[in-house]
C-alpha cells in the first residue's frame, strides 16, 4: 500500500498579485518561503493559507458564538485542503497601550499578583488589590501613574508676549480658548502687556492666584450677560483641569497637549511604581511585587525557584515556563516591568515567539513572518533551533524570510516572483537547498560579501559625550560625519539607547526613520502617503475649472455606490462576508462625472493607474516628480499612484517610509533597521541610495545587523558584549576591515561570510 504524504494542497490562488498558482506545501516540515519585496509571498501564506485556516476554524462554533469572533472572507482559490489550525507570529508591532509590559503582555502578572495574594506577608487578600490601576492598589500620590507631572512654566509661558500675543502656549487657556478671552477680558489683567512687565503682585496673581485664603473673582461675559467667576491661577487652574482629572475624556486636548508643557518625574512615594504603600509593604523572601517587576529575568527565575511554600510553589511553576522562554530566546536581561514601546524590534520578535510557544498541542501550522527581523546574526542560531524543536513536536513550520541562514536550515525552499508586484505572483523555485543556486530565483546561497577596502576620509565628527541612557556605561564615542556608519551589536546592547536617544539630544537636526508603522488603511494610497495628491488635484482642477475635490475618492468626487471605496460589501447575515467589486465604478472609486474630466489624455482613475516608472515620464511638475523619483529609488517603481498601503508587503512599507524620508532635506539620516523586510537583491538598491546621500554631503548612520550593510559601511562601532547590564560599553570602533581582525560576535560572523566565499 502506498504510503499517503500529508500535505497543504493549495489550488488556483489569485489573491492579490497571485497568477493563478498551485502549491503543495509538505507537513511537518520547515518551510521557507523567500523571493523579492513584493513578490507574493505574504499573500500565499498570510492572505490565502493563513486566512483560510481561521475561517475554518471559526465554522466550528454556533452561529451566536461566530458573530462575536472575527469574521474572514474566503480567500480567492479553486481548491484549499488538508488546512490545520494556524499560530500567526507576525511582523506587526506590538504595545500600543503605553502601560503594556513584558509582564501584561506574556499574562505573566496576573500571576504574580495571585502568588502574592495567597502567600505574601503581611497579607492582601485580592489579587486585584496588587495593582496600580485598582482604588486599594494606587499610590494616593500619583493616582497609579508612577510619575507626578506638574506644570512646567517654562513650557507653558512665553513671559516675553503680551496674553493676546498668546504668551499662554497651551491651547486651551490661550486667547483660541474661552478661558483665554476671559483672563483678557475680566479686567484683573492687562491683555497687551509683556508678562515681565507685569508688577511681582500681578505676575504672581496670573500664574499661582491670589494669597492663600483670599479669593477674586473677574467677571466673564455670556449671553445673559456679565458673571462673576474665581480666578484660582493660571498654573494651579491647569493642574486641577488637565492633571487631576480623566483628560481621555476631553475632546479639545490629548495626553501628548499636556504633557508637552509639563515635566515628568518618579512619584517619591512609590518610586515610580505606582502601588500603595500598603502593596508595596507586602513581601515574598524580602522582595516586594515592584521589586519583583525590577528584577532581569535570570534574578527573577531564581527568586520563583525559592519559593517553597506548596501553593506559592504551584504558582510559581506557572509563571516559569514562559520566563524560561524568554531566556532561552536570550531576553534574560529584561524585566516584567519592561515597556513593550520600549523594546528594539528584535527583542520584540523574540517577546512575540515566546508568547506563543508554551503550548503543547502538535499538528498545529506556525507561521513566521521574518522572525530574524531586528536578530543579530549570533542570535539567528538560537531561532533556528527554535524552530527545529517547533518542528519536532509534529508541527508545520512556515517562514517568511530572506536571511540566508533561515533559509539553508529550511526542509524546503518556495522562492516567489521572478519580480515583484504585477511582475511576481509566480513560484520560481521550490525544492531543496542544493537546487536553489541552479534555478531562476533571485536568492543565491553563496552570495558575495564585499568588504569596503576604501572607506571614506575621516575629517570632522559627531561627538557624543559620557552617554548613561538606559543601559550605557558613561560612554564616549566619535561618529565620523558625511560618512555611511554603523552601528551594530546583540539585541539589547544598547544600540537604540545611544542612537535614538543620546545622539538626537545633541544633534536635534537629525531625520530619523525609526521602525514605527505608517499608518495604513484602503484610503491611503501611495500618492497620499507621499503628499502628492493635492498636486495631482491641483493640476486636473486648473486644467478643468473644476473644484479640486471633485478628484478625490473621500470627498465629491467619490462614487455614489461604494462611497469611494471601490467595492461593496453586501449584508450576507451570518454567512462569511463577501466583497464585490463595485458594479457603478467597477474599482475605480470615482463617480462618472469625476472619470469625465482629462489631464494630458488621462482622467484620474487612469492617473492614479499608473507605475512609479510611468509617473516620471508623464508628470513635469519638479515637486511631483522630486516625490515621484525618491520612490524610484528605494525600487518601488512598480507600484502604482493608487496603490493602498493596507495592500503593501512588510519591505515595500520599510521602503515607503525611507522614501516619505528621503524628500526632506537635511544633513544627518539615522535609520533603525533599514533592511527589514528586504531580500538581498533589495540590499543593493538600498545601500545606493544610502551611498548617493553621502556623496552629496550628508551624514548616514544606521543601526544595523545586516552584514552586507555593515560590510559596505565606512565606520563600523560595535556594543556589547552582551544585552542588558552585560551590554552599553563600546567594543569596537574602525573600519569594515579593520574588523575582520577584531574579536567581537559581529566580527566572528564578518569573518565567516568571507570564508564562506572563500570554501
Known amino acids: 500500500m502506498p504510503k499517503i504524504i500529508d500535505e497543504i494542497i493549495l489550488r488556483g490562488l489569485k489573491e492579490n498579485n497571485l497568477k493563478n498558482i498551485d502549491i503543495n506545501i509538505p507537513k511537518e516540515k520547515i518551510i521557507v518561503f523567500t523571493g523579492l519585496s513584493g513578490s507574493g509571498k505574504s499573500s500565499v501564506v498570510f492572505d490565502t493559507l493563513a486566512t483560510e485556516s481561521r475561517r475554518q476554524m471559526t465554522m466550528n462554533y454556533p452561529h451566536y458564538v461566530r458573530n462575536q469572533m472575527p469574521r474572514y472572507e474566503r480567500p480567492h482559490a479553486d481548491l484549499m485542503q488538508n488546512l490545520s489550525p494556524v499560530v500567526v507570529v507576525e511582523q506587526r508591532q506590538v504595545g500600543g497601550n503605553s502601560r503594556s509590559t513584558v509582564g501584561t503582555y506574556m499574562d505573566i502578572h496576573p500571576l504574580i499578583r495571585l502568588l502574592f495574594s495567597r502567600i505574601g506577608t503581611p497579607p492582601i487578600a485580592s489579587a486585584t488589590d496588587f495593582s496600580s490601576q485598582s482604588s486599594f492598589g494606587k499610590c494616593p500620590a500619583c493616582s497609579g501613574f508612577g510619575k507626578v507631572i506638574a506644570p512646567d512654566l517654562n513650557k507653558m509661558v512665553d513671559v516675553d508676549k503680551s496674553l493676546r500675543a498668546y504668551a499662554v502656549k497651551f491651547k486651551p487657556l490661550s486667547p483660541s480658548g474661552w478661558q483665554g478671552r476671559w483672563m483678557m477680558t475680566g479686567g484683573l489683567f492687562d491683555p497687551d502687556k509683556p508678562i515681565k512687565d507685569y508688577s511681582e503682585e500681578k505676575r504672581h496673581l496670573l500664574l499661582y492666584g491670589p494669597p492663600e485664603g483670599e479669593s477674586v473673582f473677574a467677571p466673564f461675559h455670556t449671553k445673559n450677560g456679565p458673571q462673576d467667576h474665581e480666578w484660582d491661577g493660571l498654573l494651579p487652574r491647569f493642574t486641577r483641569l488637565y492633571i487631576n482629572r480623566d483628560i481621555s475624556k476631553l475632546k479639545q486636548v490629548s495626553q501628548e497637549d499636556v504633557l508637552a508643557v509639563s515635566t515628568q518625574s518618579d512619584c517619591q512615594n512609590c518610586l515610580g511604581s505606582g502601588l500603595s504603600p500598603e502593596v508595596l509593604a507586602c513581601r515574598i523572601n524580602g522582595f516586594n511585587i515592584a521589586e519583583y517587576d525590577q528584577l532581569e529575568l535570570t534574578e527573577f527565575l531564581e527568586e520563583l525557584n525559592r519559593i517553597h511554600d506548596p501553593l506559592g510553589a504551584s504558582i510559581a511553576q506557572q509563571a516559569i515556563a514562559p520566563i524560561q522562554q524568554l531566556v532561552e530566546l536570550g531576553l534574560g536581561y529584561l524585566s516584567l516591568s519592561r515597556k513593550m514601546g520600549t523594546l528594539s524590534g528584535g527583542e520584540a520578535q523574540r517577546v512575540k515567539i515566546a508568547r506563543h510557544l508554551g503550548s503543547s498541542l502538535n499538528n498545529i501550522t506556525y507561521i513566521f513572518d521574518e522572525p530574524s527581523a531586528g536578530l543579530h546574526p549570533e542570535e539567528v542560531d538560537r531561532l533556528i533551533q527554535l524552530l527545529k524543536s517547533i518542528k519536532e513536536y509534529h508541527n508545520t513550520v512556515i517562514v517568511i524570510e530572506h536571511d540566508l541562514s533561515v533559509i539553508k536550515a529550511a526542509d524546503e525552499i518556495i522562492e516567489m516572483g521572478p519580480g515583484a508586484g504585477v511582475s511576481g505572483g509566480e513560484i520560481v523555485y521550490q525544492g531543496k537547498l542544493e537546487g536553489l543556486d541552479n534555478s531562476k530565483a533571485a536568492t543565491r546561497v553563496n552570495q558575495q560579501l564585499t568588504i569596503n577596502k576604501r572607506p571614506r576620509d575621516r575629517k570632522s565628527y559627531f ?68 503628499g502628492i495628491m493635492d498636486d495631482i488635484r491641483a493640476i486636473l482642477a486648473k486644467e478643468t475649472g473644476q473644484p479640486a475635490g471633485l478628484f478625490t475618492f473621500n470627498s465629491l468626487g467619490a462614487c455614489p455606490m461604494c462611497k469611494g471605496k471601490g467595492v461593496t460589501t453586501p449584508d450576507v447575515a451570518f454567512a462569511d462576508p463577501v466583497t464585490v467589486l463595485c458594479e457603478a465604478c467597477h474599482g475605480m472609486r470615482y463617480s462618472d462625472e469625476a472619470l469625465l474630466y482629462r489631464y494630458q489624455d488621462k482622467n484620474i482613475a487612469e492617473i492614479l493607474g499608473l507605475t512609479i516608472d510611468e509617473a516620471i515620464n508623464y508628470f513635469k511638475v519638479p515637486r511631483i516628480l522630486n516625490r515621484v523619483n525618491t520612490l524610484l529609488d528605494v525600487g518601488l517603481g512598480y507600484l502604482t499612484l493608487g496603490q493602498t498601503t493596507s495592500s503593501l508587503s512588510g519591505g515595500e512599507v520599510q521602503r515607503l517610509k525611507l522614501a516619505s524620508h528621503l524628500q526632506k532635506k537635511g544633513q544627518i539620516y539615522l535609520l533603525d533597521e533599514p533592511s527589514l523586510g528586504l531580500h538581498k537583491k533589495d540590499n543593493g538598491k538600498l545601500l545606493d541610495v544610502f551611498q548617493n546621500l553621502v556623496n552629496k554631503g550628508n551624514s548616514v548612520i544606521i543601526i544595523e545587523h545586516n552584514l552586507d550593510f ?41 569573518k565567516n561570510g568571507i570564508a564562506e566565499q572563500l570554501t
Request: hydrophobic share 35%; with cysteine.
Open 463 to 530: 561627538t557624543i559625550k559620557r552617554a548613561c541612557h538606559n543601559n550605557l556605561k558613561n560612554i564616549s564615542v566619535k561618529i565620523p560625519q558625511h560618512a555611511l556608519v554603523s552601528i551594530c551589536g546583540v539585541s539589547g546592547s544598547g544600540k537604540s539607547s545611544l542612537m535614538m536617544e543620546a545622539f538626537p539630544e545633541n544633534y536635534p537636526e537629525t531625520i530619523l526613520v525609526g521602525q514605527g508603522s505608517i499608518g495604513i488603511s484602503s484610503r491611503s494610497t501611495i500618492a497620499t502617503y507621499m
Open 710 to 750: 555593515i560590510a559596505a559601511s565606512d565606520w563600523v562601532i560595535e556594543l556589547g558584549p552582551g544585552g542588558g547590564k552585560q551590554g552599553g560599553q563600546i567594543l569596537f570602533e574602525g573600519t569594515p576591515e579593520e574588523m575582520l581582525t577584531a574579536e567581537t560576535l559581529t566580527s566572528k560572523w564578518l
